[in-house]
């Protein structure tokens, strides 16, 4: 079983950064793989929206009201994925989801809070 552990979040104030970071690993000890490392978001009242996306060897990927503000990036030897976030804007404000697609599947993290607010 994949577990995804999430750290950063919190409450910053517009124009503001904060880093994101989603520790992977397999609770068994058994090998995986692990093939893509996302983050998505979800506002109150709102559906999850895809924020960003990188896989090995190819560029990520990112949602346009991110684009130039959010970088996301990965340590394969660690199995962390990050997300950089600066000039954050009040509607950045959502719960952030870590996402990973391995070898055991698509497996999903508990959510951390972000809030931008003055």
């Known amino acids: 079983q994949v577990q995804l552990v999430e750290s950063g979040g919190g409450l910053v104030q517009p124009g503001g950064s904060l880093r994101l970071s989603c520790a992977v690993s397999?609770?068994?000890?058994?090998?995986?793989?692990?093939?893509?490392m996302g983050w998505y978001r979800q506002a109150p009242g709102k559906q999850r929206e895809l924020v960003a996306v990188i896989s090995s060897g190819v560029s990520p990927n990112y949602a346009d009201s991110v684009k130039g503000r959010f970088t996301i990036s990965r340590d394969n030897a660690k199995n962390t994925v990050y997300l950089q976030m600066n000039s954050l804007k009040p509607e950045d404000t959502a719960v952030y989801f870590c996402?990973?697609?391995?070898?055991?599947?698509?497996?999903w993290g508990q959510g951390i809070q972000v809030t931008v607010s003055s």
């Open positions: 996402n990973v697609g391995s070898t055991k599947g698509s497996s």
């Open positions: 397999e609770i068994s000890g058994s090998f995986f793989r692990v093939f893509v």
